[in-house]
């Protein structure tokens, strides 16, 4: 089934044949008539699209699978110079019925609420941060100087603001576009109750809160995007499917070139391990030395790619394994698992009983527990530092460069 916003196009693969059968409209009652017409040991076929997951809640309980195929890959192995609706519903029954269509995961009903939710608040947060820059503009054109404030949206930046020699239509731009964060930052505060109302009970999410840098937004993204870790089996097959691998091109008897990372995947996730990775390389630890020594031969942004890089292992061995970060600060874990829980709406607890985050509120409690980072960072140092680039043997130069020989 070839599926679009109003209609799908329908093609029956039979006994090697194809057999075009119509369009079905895209309503739940018009689907639900279709389905009775098929088989109970009929297979359907639909790509990746906006509505595939509603079409196949529906049609799932008239057959015996529904296949949601990837767009992309299909279109990689099935060009075609002709291209219509009838064609593409008979490409994919023919891939799948030659065993050649790439699908892909169906998530559970839990993974796709908390992808709907993920994929909001990162709508919202990126709103924000166009409503600011709108904001930022309009000081700008007007030759108004940097904010002394740290926060120019905070209650002494907004003071400021409001005392800036603006005209008059650009001064009721910036109250509209404040008044427009004001409902943003509510919107916000709801979907970040929802997600910690979902991940109260995660266990692979407070595994991953360990993780110096990761915060609930990061560590739910990643369970939403990553859902069932035993479809990924190396890490490799993770980092692929967040787009952080390398582009490679290699022909013949040339060397192998290493590009930019392939982008291919899923964006959402691929961003908020950057994010989580700017915040770790900030941090005493490995991952920071890490940082500093790609930085020295890279610089910035490809270092911080690589440190997203090495978080996408890192995720895949502490899931795989179901085991803790191992250089975890237990102060900062309960204070991130607090803050969840306060999140989530759970009532605050007064007394002189001391809770799970006293030691995070305890200065020289943290700093012992930075000094164990800090030995941490320079174990990694210490094993790193006798490495050295190694230039390629005579015999396997000359194999790759064949002129070199003559």
């Not at 099935?78 to 609706?85: C, G, Q, S």
């Not at 559970?108 to 709103?127: K, W």
């Not at 400021?160 to 964060?181: F, G, K, M, N, S």
């Not at 005493?284 to 910035?300: D, K, M, S």
Request: aromatic letters at 6%.
């Amino acid at each position: 089934m070839d599926t679009h916003r109003t209609f799908g196009e329908v093609v029956i693969w039979e006994d090697g044949r194809l057999r075009h059968v119509g369009r079905v409209d895209m309503t739940r009652t018009a689907l639900e008539g279709f389905g009775k017409t098929l088989l109970a040991d009929d297979e359907v076929v639909i790509e990746a699209t906006g509505n595939c997951m509603a079409v196949s809640r529906v049609l799932s309980p008239f057959v015996k699978r529904v296949v949601i195929a990837n767009p992309l890959q299909v279109k990689a192995i099935a060009h075609a110079h002709v291209k219509t609706d009838k064609i593409d519903a008979g490409t994919l029954a023919s891939l799948y019925a030659a065993g050649y269509l790439p699908e892909i995961w169906t998530p559970d009903a839990a993974t796709e609420r908390m992808r709907r939710l993920v994929a909001r608040r990162y709508q919202v947060v990126r709103h924000r941060a166009r409503i600011k820059n709108e904001v930022h503009s309009i000081l700008y054109a007007h030759l108004i100087p940097r904010c002394p404030h740290a926060d120019l949206f905070g209650r002494l930046g907004r003071a400021w603001l409001t005392r800036q020699p603006v005209p008059d239509d650009e001064r009721a731009a910036i109250e509209r576009h404040i008044r427009e964060l004001d409902r943003l930052g509510d919107d916000l505060r709801v979907l970040d109750r929802e997600i910690a109302e979902s991940a109260l009970d995660d266990a692979v999410i407070k595994r991953l809160l360990t993780i110096t840098g990761v915060n609930l937004a990061v560590a739910g993204g990643l369970v939403a995007a990553v859902g069932d870790i035993g479809r990924f089996s190396s890490p490799q097959k993770l980092v692929s499917y967040f787009g952080l691998n390398p582009r490679v091109r290699q022909s013949g008897l040339g060397a192998a070139h290493h590009g930019r990372i392939s982008k291919v995947g899923r964006s959402h996730a691929r961003a908020m391990l950057v994010e989580a990775a700017w915040a770790a390389a900030k941090t005493p630890g490995p991952l920071h030395a890490f940082f500093v020594r790609i930085r020295a031969r890279r610089g910035h942004q490809v270092a911080a790619v690589a440190v997203a890089r090495k978080l996408t292992v890192l995720v895949w061995h502490m899931l795989t394994k179901e085991a803790d970060y191992l250089w975890a600060r237990p102060s900062l874990v309960a204070h991130k698992m607090r803050s969840m829980e306060l999140q989530a709406g759970k009532p605050q607890k007064k007394g002189n009983s001391l809770g799970p985050t006293y030691a995070y509120n305890v200065k020289e409690l943290r700093n012992q527990e930075m000094r164990v980072a800090e030995q941490a960072q320079k174990g990694y140092e210490h094993f790193v530092e006798a490495w050295r680039p190694r230039l390629p043997k005579e015999k396997a130069r000359g194999r790759l460069s064949p002129a070199r020989l003559e």
